[in-house]
């Protein structure tokens, strides 16, 4: 059974930090990209942050500076350091894994983790 879950939402104060995790587990050959979406009330779902296999980073302008992706080949983890906070960051955030199994790619998403940040 694949499963991609992420983990380390919660409740902070605007200026604040959080680290999202998100591990994939089961028979997986390899990852591919990971990336970070989240998704407010009465918004659409929107990119925050990818990691390529190789390191490469890309983020959306509005969390560039404050929030930074890594990953852990070895776990098969994710990770998002969110610094600043801004009660505008406030979103469901969910994982997206672009997995390898058996010769076929498909792409998993987490369950999402509650991201609040209080003014």
């Known amino acids: 059974q694949v499963q991609v879950v992420e983990s380390g939402g919660g409740l902070v104060q605007a200026g604040g930090s959080l680290r999202l995790s998100c591990a994939a587990s089961?028979?997986?050959?390899?990852?591919?990209?990971m990336c970070w979406y989240r998704q407010a009330p009465g918004q659409q779902r929107e990119l925050v942050a990818g990691?390529?296999?190789?390191?490469?980073?890309n983020y959306a302008d509005s969390v560039k500076g404050r929030f930074t992706i890594s990953r852990d080949n070895i776990k098969n983890t994710v990770y998002l350091q969110m610094n600043s906070l801004k009660p505008e960051d406030t979103a469901v955030y969910y994982c997206?894994?672009?997995?390898?199994?058996?010769?076929?790619?498909?792409?998993?998403w987490g369950q999402g983790t509650q991201v609040t940040v209080s003014s």
């Open positions: 089961g028979t997986i050959f390899s990852i591919n990209a």
């Open positions: 990691i390529t296999s190789g390191g490469s980073t």
């Open positions: 997206n894994a672009e997995l390898n199994i058996r010769s076929r790619t498909y792409n998993y």
